[in-house]
T-cell receptor, first 112, second 112 residues
Framework: SQQGEEDPQALSIQEGENATMNCSYK?????LQWYRQNSGRGLVHLILIRSNEREKHSGRLRVTLDTSKKSSSLLITASRAADTASYFC????????????FGKGTKLSVIP | DAEITQSPRHKITETGRQVTLACHQTWNHNNMFWYRQDLGHGLRLIHYSYGVQDTNKGEVSDGYSVSRSNTEDLPLTLESAASSQTSVYFC???????????FGEGSRLTVL
């Protein structure tokens, strides 16, 4: 069963706008990760946020984590057409586990 | 550069045949994983390994097997392919202390 669930399933924005994707999960985690997948390609790691962190930045990416609500958000600022991809959140299942459980993803389309 | 490669990238087979998908990584990572990706289900974990001679079942392991005889390779075998195993298969590896996954480009399998 899916640990993480992304919302929305699909998002279409204009180039230059910000894109926000949300992820909810069910059980305690050590960390939460976001991945990106271009059409027909493998997933690429974007950012990892640990359970004791609330916010993390990497370039145009901003990730927040609210462990009390079991939710995370990924913000992409000043989007570009090249950001068009599917975005997945992934969670581990607790201490000592390196298995990740992925959500179904948010498909982002950035219109030039 | 270190990498993770999957082969074949595309395969068509018939129901009942044995199929093996290869995964080779040159990062010397201990952890290796096999996922399948299907529309509506996201990525689901099939099998994983934390080191040589170690293998574990994931969420959807029925009909699949793996073996780990060295650090670099984790082949996935479908003993008797079924149409329900038509999917895109992704291999991934990770460093033990971060959990960040490095994915291959995927193997698209069609079972007729």
């Amino acid at each position: 069963s899916q640990q993480g669930e992304e919302d929305p399933q699909a998002l279409s924005i204009q180039e230059g706008e910000n894109a926000t994707m949300n992820c909810s999960y069910k059980t305690s985690i050590n960390n939460l990760q976001w991945y990106r997948q271009n059409s027909g390609r493998g997933l690429v790691h974007l950012i990892l946020i640990r359970s004791n962190e609330r916010e993390k930045h990497s370039g145009r990416l901003r990730v927040t984590l609210d462990t009390s609500k079991k939710s995370s958000s990924l913000l992409i600022t000043a989007s570009r057409a090249a950001d068009t991809a599917s975005y997945f959140c992934a969670t581990d299942s607790g201490a000592g586990s390196y298995q990740l459980t992925f959500g179904k993803g948010t498909k982002l389309s950035v219109i030039p | 550069d270190a990498e993770i490669t999957q082969s074949p990238r595309h395969k068509i087979t018939e129901t009942g045949r044995q199929v093996t998908l290869a995964c080779h990584q040159t990062w010397n990572h201990n952890n290796m994983f096999w996922y399948r990706q299907d529309l509506g289900h996201g990525l689901r974990l099939i099998h994983y390994s934390y080191g040589v001679q170690d293998t574990n079942k994931g969420e959807v392991s029925d009909g699949y097997s793996v073996s780990r005889s060295n650090t670099e390779d984790l082949p996935l075998t479908l003993e008797s392919a079924a149409s329900s195993q038509t999917s895109v298969y992704f291999c991934a590896s990770s460093i033990s202390n971060t959990g960040e996954l490095f994915f291959g480009e995927g193997s698209r399998l069609t079972v007729l």
